[in-house]
């Protein structure tokens, strides 16, 4: 009994469901943004770093050979035009006008980004899972543009894979924030606490050297670097358990995951990667909008 119950209230839920609004808005045109800014601003030797596994510096073995940069070519002249391309499709995507047109092509150039880069980070990775998942959500919105409220719901058919597809990238932002807390208590300097002393002070991520010679004598005490060491996975684990709880509960998650990333940001310079989070979790809160606000 308790079972049917069960399938009977997520049977209603998917009905019912309508992902349409602010927080989808934003999250998809955060994406968008975060792919934006590596494209335009990575040189090419950034992208595509010649190595002695790629000597050509661009991956195109196995499906990565579908990737735009290996169809269209990535030298010379071909070169320019997958960036211009990329960057017009990503472009068109923020400002956020139809949707049903755009999300696959916003999906080939997250994918094709992070298949042929010869270094990719996790960020280009979750970008890819996350565009493909907003297709079956974004495909049936005939809107002109995001920012809108939809002035009809979804079709029927449509409801079920749009509420399968954010359920799914509910998990995803879960899983990641699992194994991103998981990680760092497997390592001793996590566990004693003192780990973030070496984020701070690294010299290519870490805080920049005028803040350190203003705020040397607080980013190198010992109660300030364990709390804040401490703090990090906790923080991870809270996320990990808000995106998979109430409305309420997804929100707060929203909450930590600007903090932690805005934290990151601030300290490190990881937009990229902090935006993609950011529009991964704005996601999540899709359908949330009683307490978000939606598109006017």
């Known amino acids: 009994m308790h079972?049917?119950?069960?399938?009977?209230?997520?049977?209603r839920r998917a009905c019912g469901f309508e992902p349409r609004g602010l927080p989808l808005a934003l999250g998809r045109s955060a994406l968008a943004l975060a792919t934006l800014t590596v494209i335009l601003f990575c040189p090419d030797d950034g992208l595509f770093a010649y190595t002695p596994a790629y000597p050509d510096g661009v991956r195109c073995a196995g499906v990565a050979g579908l990737s735009l940069w290996c169809v269209m070519g990535a030298h010379g002249w071909a070169l320019h035009l997958d960036r211009t391309l990329a960057l017009a499709v990503l472009a068109v995507t923020a400002s956020g006008w139809r949707p049903r047109w755009t999300c696959v092509p916003?999906?080939?150039?997250?994918?094709s980004l992070a298949e042929s880069m010869t270094l990719p980070n996790g960020g280009e990775i979750v970008a890819q899972i996350a565009t493909l998942l907003l297709i079956p959500v974004c495909l049936a919105d005939r809107g002109r543009w995001q920012w809108h409220r939809p002035s009809t719901p979804l079709p029927a058919t449509w409801r079920g894979a749009a509420?399968?597809?954010?359920?799914?990238?509910?998990?995803?932002?879960?899983?990641?924030?699992t194994v991103a807390a998981v990680s760092k208590l497997r390592e001793p300097a996590w566990r004693r606490g003192t780990a973030m002393y070496a984020v701070l002070h690294d010299p290519a991520y870490g805080l920049p050297a005028g803040v350190l010679r203003h705020a040397g004598a607080v980013a190198g005490s010992v109660p300030f670097i364990a709390v804040l060491t401490?703090?990090?996975p906790l923080v991870e684990t809270a996320i990990a358990i808000a995106v998979l709880g109430t409305g309420?509960?997804?929100?707060l998650g929203l909450v930590l995951v600007v903090l932690l990333?805005?934290?990151?940001?601030?300290?490190?310079?990881l937009v990229s990667f902090g935006l993609i989070m950011i529009g991964l979790v704005l996601v999540v809160c899709s359908g949330d909008e009683e307490g978000i606000g939606r598109a006017a």
């Open 230 to 232: 401490w703090t990090v």
């Open 106 to 111: 916003h999906w080939y150039v997250s994918f």
């Open 261 to 269: 990333h805005g934290a990151i940001i601030l300290t490190m310079g």
């Open 163 to 177: 509420y399968a597809a954010v359920l799914t990238v509910r998990a995803q932002a879960a899983i990641i924030y």
């Open 248 to 251: 309420r509960a997804r929100r």
């Open 3 to 11: 079972a049917l119950t069960g399938r009977l209230g997520a049977s």
